[in-house]
């Protein structure tokens, strides 16, 4: 197995992306700390984990709060004794367009993906450092490349974690970590599922339109990134055995950004 006896800490991780990649972690033999916002989501999750053989334990953690992300982190170090990779994964949407665009929707969503990226970063590397290495992993986005309509806050965060990202293998390689960001397309989970009728009121669009002539427009064929092309990626990428893959943005998107 790929990730055996690896301690995984993945934010966000009570549904879609988080949940998918914190299962494939644990199939492959990591052991995870399952952290999301709601501490019912993520017990469901770990103990789905469990049933099925793997090894996991819940937090509630709001990523926002930089006591509960320290305080999560030395959780999860005494239960386990360390701390390998970590995944900042939690986010959220605002659809807005910028002259309508409130100050109060544009911190929000910059302070739950940009300022939770950074305090999971600290309280990870932290630990990394004093283990003598380590992965530290980004979810970003197609939008951490380039822009859409109506998205700012959530393109500008998702810009910002790359350059986090960056930043991090830059100070980290001294310290065996690596570093990288994913970058997928759109995926339908429940964030996505809400931003269709969203748009679909800001643009005068049916939902079908919004998905063929928005989301997938700029797709090789027409198809949503799934669940398992992004978790299959996040398992390679705190698997890759170098720091010849750092400080990358790895893009999976069936063709919608190609670098």
Known sequence: MRLDNKVAL????????????????????????????????AEQVALAIVAAGGNAI????????????????????????????????????????????????WSRVLKVHL??????????????????GGTMLYMGSVHSLEASPLKAPYVAAKHGMLGLCRAVAKEGAEHGVRS???????????????????????????????????????TVDGEFTTLEDVAELAVHLAAFPSAALTGQSVVVSHGWHMQ
């Open 10 to 41: 993945i934010t966000g991780a009570g549904q879609g992306i988080g949940r998918a990649i914190a299962e494939h972690y644990a199939r492959e033999g990591a052991r995870v700390a399952v952290a999301d916002l709601e501490l019912g989501r």
């Open 58 to 105: 819940a937090l509630g953690m709001d990523v926002t709060d930089e006591q509960a992300v320290e305080q999560g982190v030395a959780r999860l170090v005494r239960h386990w004794g360390r701390l390998d990779i970590a995944l900042a994964n939690a986010g959220i949407q605002h659809i807005d367009p910028l002259h309508r665009l409130s100050y109060a929707d």
């Open 115 to 132: 300022d939770g990226a950074f305090l999971v970063t600290r309280a990870a590397l932290q630990q990394m450092y004093a283990n003598g």
């Open 180 to 218: 990288n960001i994913i970058c997928p397309g759109f995926v339908r989970t429940p964030l996505v599922e809400r931003q269709i009728p969203e748009q679909a009121r800001e643009l005068g669009l049916s939902e079908e339109e919004v998905v063929r002539g928005v989301m997938l427009k700029n």
